[in-house]
């Protein structure tokens, strides 16, 4: 294999690296931590059959992921076979490699995306206890209980898509020994561009409930991109 070869093949390796790193940052604390830490957590009684349908859908998607590891090491058995009549064994040990990383990858960026979904949800159902206990720092009940309908509606759709992504099979397609960097490549950008989008569904959701934990607090619905007169910012 010539050096061209073999740095273009490391290059993909050390690109998928960084891709662990930068595609699913951590989400930036914001005020919107002050506020949480205000609300007991006392979950409601009502939210029992939201969350028993929650989990009971989970379960099924949990059992599909199982399913679907199982197809996952079946074709990397057959790729690793593939890979096994490479004559440059350097470059199929990597692209085995990245094969495995690439599926590793989307598993650990999907459970990640569904725990702060999970940790959203836990956050509604303490501030919907303070909205329904009639607490002294919650403005508008109405409009917060409406705020966070939108947000639990926000966070369904996120799981869904997280749901959706967790069974994406990313396994290398081989077209032959000279393509084999240019196919890790095709499916590096296809994670990556996967993840990219799933991604800021699930920051969409964690907008919709920062949003129910302003209105709660503050009583004011604003229109989204409507600026106030008489300020430089839109704040009073």
Do not use: C
């Not at 998607?61 to 990397?76: G, Q």
């Amino acid at each position: 294999m010539s050096n061209s070869a073999i740095t273009k093949t490391f290059a993909i390796l050390i690109g998928l690296s960084m891709l662990t790193v930068s595609v699913y940052p951590a989400f930036a604390q914001d005020s919107t931590n002050s506020a949480v830490r205000e609300i007991p957590n006392r979950p409601l009684n009502k939210n029992k059959l939201v969350q028993d349908r929650i989990e009971a859908k989970r379960e099924n998607i949990e059992d599909k992921i199982a399913s679907m590891r199982e197809k996952l090491a079946s074709k990397a058995a057959a790729l690793h076979s593939r890979l096994q009549d490479f004559r440059d064994k350097k470059k199929a040990e990597i692209a085995e490699r990245v094969n495995t990383n690439l599926n590793r990858i989307n598993q650990n960026r999907t459970t990640q995306m569904q725990k702060h979904l999970d940790k959203m949800s836990e956050v509604l159902d303490r501030l919907e206890a303070r909205v329904n206990q009639a607490k002294p720092d919650i403005k508008d009940p109405a409009a917060a209980r409406a705020a966070i309908a939108a947000a639990r509606l926000n966070i369904s759709t996120a799981s869904a898509s997280v749901s959706a992504q967790a069974l994406k099979d990313y396994t290398i397609v081989v077209t032959s020994e000279g393509r084999i960097g240019l196919d890790a490549k095709i499916q590096r950008d296809k994670l990556h561009s996967d993840l990219v989008a799933v991604r800021r569904i699930v920051i969409e959701a964690r907008q919709a409930v920062a949003n129910a934990i302003r209105i709660a607090k503050s009583g004011k619905v604003e229109i989204p991109g409507l600026r106030k007169e008489g300020t430089n910012s839109g704040r009073e």
